[in-house]
Structure formats: structure tokens, C-alpha cells
């Protein structure tokens, strides 16, 4: 079993990743609908067992963009080990490709005895971001090459770039001490049965691993919807003993459009 944020990453952001390297990339008009205000339920279940829920939320203040992540262990799960993780990004959206350029990511996370506190902030003129450890106290200058995003902002990013099967895209994201570099794969087309019904999806998958108290031991697919939304509906992982998987059960989004 993979730790719930974890998976939160994976469903909606869900783990990853994004700005292609080296390049300040404008995103054409593809028709995409990128929605904001949106909202992102997800149930996370172990082997098909319920574990948890998790949400993503965007929206708009002025010329920011916010993204809020959430994930918590339901009741069972909490006895012996509860989660209760929050993570939030802050980007520019004036001037810059859809979600924006991150200004400022801030991770929280209390997951049974273990626990994190960190926050990024990245200044993309001055090609530096300073990483600081609040439960450490370690501080650390990190030189990039913008566009850096946070794994939140990289996701929204990648969701409406012109996904095509066969296709690879090799992306950059900063949400630890050290800028990777990651690739993106688009796997293929699948009917998927939704809580928004039965729909047509493009299946990517990040080359990422889970991290944490429960490591993944597989790779990532996400769901997408193949349509003009572009929402993750699905995303699922093996680990050590079956897999993980975070399906969307509510929120708030566009109507279907192509």
C-alpha cells in the first residue's frame, strides 16, 4: 500500500512533474477547457478496499492561481495509522501558460509517527529557488532554469498539452531539494467506466515511483478524459502486496464539451 498522499499526487496531480527543459513553452489553443474554479473528489482504495479520500481544488485570486491538495485515512484506516496531509502551490498566472508559473509550494504532512514540513520558493527571474526543512531547520539555495513548476502546477500543465498515443514528453519539476527531470509517456485510448459514466480516455503514465512511509513498487497510469475537460479520473499503482487506485467520485468541473 503506497502512502495516501502519494496517491493524491498521482489522482491529481497526482505525483509528478512538468515544463518542458529548457524551454519557456506557450501553449497553443488546442480547445482545451481548462476550468477554474474546478474541484476533485477522490475515494482511494487498497486492493479495493477503502482507505481514504482525497481532493484537489483550483481557483483563481487576482493574478494568482491556488492549488490545494488534501488527503486523510477514513476511520478504519486511521486507527493504527491516520493520515492527514495538505499541500498547497501558489503560481503566477499573468503572462504564462496555463496553470502559471509557481511562486511558492508549502507540503504538510502527518502520516502515522512520520511527519513533513516543507515550502519552496521559487523566484523564475532570478533562476533560484530556496528550499527550507521546517522540521530540520535545513536551508538550501537551488539554481533553475525556468519554467520550474511545483508537481501540482506541472500536472494541470501537462493535462492539456496535445496528448498522443505513442508519444513522450520530458518535463522538469522542482518539489524537494533537487530539480528532476521526468518523462511522460501517453499509452494508449481505453473506455473506462466513471462516476461521470462510461467515457472515453487517453491512459499516461509519469516515470515516477511513490515515496514515502509505503513505498510504491510499480509504475503510475492516470486516466484522462478524452475530451475537451481533460479530467483525471482515474489513477492507480502496484505496490508491494496489489495496488492502489483513486477514482474520482464528485466535484466540480466543466459539462463535457469536445
Same mark, same amino acid.
Given at each position: 500500500m503506497s502512502r495516501l498522499a502519494d496517491?493524491?499526487?498521482? /489522482?491529481? +496531480? %497526482?505525483?509528478?512533474? #512538468?515544463a518542458f527543459i529548457g524551454l519557456f513553452f506557450v501553449l497553443p489553443d488546442t480547445g482545451f477547457a481548462q476550468t477554474v474554479p474546478e474541484k476533485l473528489v477522490y475515494e482511494l482504495s487498497w486492493t479495493g478496499i477503502p482507505v481514504g479520500m482525497a481532493t484537489q481544488e483550483i481557483t483563481d485570486e487576482g493574478e494568482m492561481r491556488r492549488i490545494v491538495s488534501t488527503a486523510r485515512s477514513n476511520d478504519w484506516l486511521s486507527v493504527f495509522f491516520p493520515v492527514n496531509d495538505r499541500i498547497e502551490s501558489t503560481l503566477e498566472? /499573468?503572462? +504564462? %501558460?496555463?496553470?502559471? #508559473?509557481t511562486r511558492h509550494y508549502r507540503m504538510q504532512m502527518s502520516e502515522g509517527r512520520h511527519s513533513r514540513d516543507r515550502e519552496i520558493d521559487f523566484d523564475q527571474a532570478g533562476r533560484k529557488a530556496v528550499y527550507r526543512d521546517h522540521r530540520s531547520g535545513e536551508k538550501k539555495d537551488i539554481p533553475i532554469i525556468p519554467p520550474v513548476f511545483d508537481i501540482?502546477?506541472?500536472?494541470?500543465?501537462?493535462?492539456?498539452?496535445?496528448?498522443?498515443?505513442g508519444k513522450s514528453f520530458v518535463v522538469t519539476v522542482l518539489d524537494g531539494k533537487d530539480v528532476e527531470q521526468v518523462a511522460v509517456r501517453v499509452?494508449?485510448?481505453?473506455?473506462?467506466?466513471?462516476?461521470?459514466?462510461?467515457?472515453?480516455?487517453?491512459?499516461?503514465?509519469?516515470?515516477v515511483k511513490s515515496q514515502g512511509v509505503f513505498e510504491g513498487k510499480g509504475s503510475v497510469h492516470i486516466w484522462l478524459t478524452d475530451d475537451a475537460r481533460r479530467i483525471p479520473v482515474r489513477a492507480q499503482t502496484k505496490v508491494t502486496v496489489g495496488s492502489v487506485t483513486a477514482n474520482l467520485v464528485g466535484g466540480s468541473y466543466g459539462p463535457a464539451t469536445r
Open positions: 496517491i493524491a499526487r498521482m /489522482a491529481c +496531480a %497526482p505525483v509528478w512533474w #512538468l498566472s /499573468a503572462g +504564462a %501558460p496555463f496553470p502559471g #508559473l501540482y502546477g506541472s500536472f494541470y500543465y501537462v493535462r492539456f498539452l496535445p496528448l498522443e498515443v499509452l494508449r485510448k481505453e473506455k473506462l467506466k466513471t462516476v461521470l459514466g462510461e467515457l472515453d480516455t487517453i491512459v499516461i503514465r509519469p516515470m
